[in-house]
């Protein structure tokens, strides 16, 4: 088909390439996560004055890296999934059964999207204690705390739509091909 030879090599490459630097971006935040907790050893134990910042601080980047990182496993069909059923009935329908589940997660993520943005707007105008930098007065909104979990949904819509899209086009036409056929650089694929 030629939506399936033209196009879906380019945005697969994409949609790669944005999950490549979504999970650069949890690294970056691991490494922080471990450094904050190192100054917490070392002002704790060393200079006996805990920096108090750092608990928040923490919580922020759990919440980035755990989300993100979800979002991820969703494009890479690393998250965990029950697929028993679908490699027991035929392949046409078991194909039907993932396109279900795709379809699913997109429709998760999408509401985890909107109703993230409802958090992020409640809380917006108060701030994170103890998160602060006093030496400008920037207080840190708490609503930045909800960031993650829209753009974990938006990612997840954007990942489980584009194997809906391409299993669908797959399911219809006269080859069989799906989306994890182009995806072989993940180990489980099948």
Not at 74 to 91: A, N, Q, W, Y
Not at 142 to 158: E, H, K
């Amino acid at each position: 088909m030629a939506f399936s030879s033209s196009i879906q090599p380019k945005i697969k490459s994409i949609l790669d390439g944005i999950a490549f630097l979504v999970t650069a971006l949890s690294g970056v935040f691991l490494v922080l996560l471990v450094a904050s907790f190192g100054w917490l050893v070392f002002g704790r134990y060393v200079l006996n004055d805990t920096p108090t910042w750092v608990e928040q601080m923490a919580m922020l980047l759990v919440t980035n890296i755990t989300f993100l990182a979800a979002a991820v496993g969703i494009h890479e069909r690393t998250h965990l999934s029950v697929d028993m059923l679908s490699m027991i009935v035929p392949e046409r329908i078991g194909q039907v059964f993932n396109i279900l589940i795709d379809v699913c997660i997109a429709v998760f993520g999408y509401v985890m999207a909107l109703y993230g943005k409802e958090l992020v707007d409640f809380a917006w105008f108060r701030s994170i204690p103890l998160l602060s930098i006093p030496i400008f007065d920037w207080r840190i909104p708490d609503g930045i705390r909800y960031f993650p979990v829209v753009a974990s949904g938006v990612l997840m819509c954007l990942f489980a739509g584009y194997r809906v899209i391409i299993n669908t086009f797959s399911l219809c036409s006269k080859q069989f091909v799906s989306a994890d056929s182009h995806s072989s650089d993940v180990a489980g694929d099948q």
